[in-house]
């Protein structure tokens, strides 16, 4: 087992059409190391935004560690995400692009390295939640109707 899941955004499948994922680097400062050990980060709200050639996380929630005194950082401040230029590239010109963002889906520990799952996503209107939901218990009478006999 390389991975270890630290957390997801769970709301990230429900408000938004995952068009490409990508895994990157994150740069994390102090103690926000140890406060990942704890799982005590939140990845709700949070969402990745183009600034020149680089590429920031912003309102990822990560609390104080515990132990922690002055080394402690900020809970939501910006954090750069480690990706490669051509990559980044890429990214760039696809969220210029009318209606794409990138959002994070989880955040692991990959070999001992925090690493995150960035989305190329476009926002879901309503309707198409609402097809979803038809859907899903579309799928769900079938599989009680097979389950009865």
Partial sequence: ????????NREARRDYIILESYESGIELKGTEVKSLRENRVSLKDSFAKCEGQEIYLYNMH???YSHGNIFNQA???????LLHKSEIKKLVGKIQEK???LIPLRLYFKHGLAK???????GKKFYDKREDIKRRDAKLEIERALKTR
């Fill in 1 to 8: 087992m390389a991975e270890k899941i630290i957390a997801t």
């Fill in 62 to 64: 990560i609390s104080p």
């Fill in 75 to 81: 809970p939501t401040r910006v954090r750069k995400l």
């Fill in 99 to 101: 209606g794409l963002t």
């Fill in 116 to 122: 995150i799952e960035i989305a190329l996503s476009k």
